[in-house]
């Protein structure tokens, strides 16, 4: 876990699993460990949870055909804000025109839209070197 970035006080935490879907729990636990450094509330928690499950599990389902890759998050906690990034380098897939969603991942589910509803911050960048999803929640 790091300690202080920039002078300013923060932990940083990097997760690496496997890209399958029974490893998706382990960045939920990591997540709950966090909220033991930083107390957040029940709701804020669970609403958290679920973002980084459908955030690891599209990187899950999309990024490597034959599930052998591995998914990196990395979890940014400072005093007033939690910033995930969930990265890949599978294939990546093709943005979706007009509505900013991805193809692939619009026809599956909701995930994307469920991010962006918890989230204050989203980001997400996809090519052939893989895929980059960012989202930060104010605490």
Do not use: Q, W
């Not at 029974?22 to 636990?29: F, I, K, N, Q, T």
């Not at 804000?81 to 193809?103: H, W, Y």
């Amino acid at each position: 876990m790091g300690g202080e970035a920039n002078g300013a006080r923060g932990h940083t935490v990097r997760l690496t699993i496997p890209a399958k879907a029974e490893y998706v729990s382990l960045c939920r636990l990591a997540l709950v460990g966090l909220s033991r450094i930083r107390p957040v509330g029940a709701e804020t928690l669970a609403d958290l949870k679920l973002a980084i499950t459908e955030a690891a599990s599209n990187s899950v389902r999309h990024a490597y055909g034959d599930g052998s890759g591995v998914v990196e998050v990395v979890y940014r906690l400072d005093d007033d804000r939690l910033e995930v990034e969930v990265v890949d380098a599978g294939g990546g897939f093709e943005m979706g025109s007009g509505n900013g969603e991805p193809e692939d991942l619009a026809e599956g589910g909701l995930g994307i839209a469920i991010i962006r509803a918890i989230a204050d911050e989203f980001e997400l960048r996809s090519d052939r070197e893989g895929s980059r999803l960012r989202f930060a929640k104010v605490l």
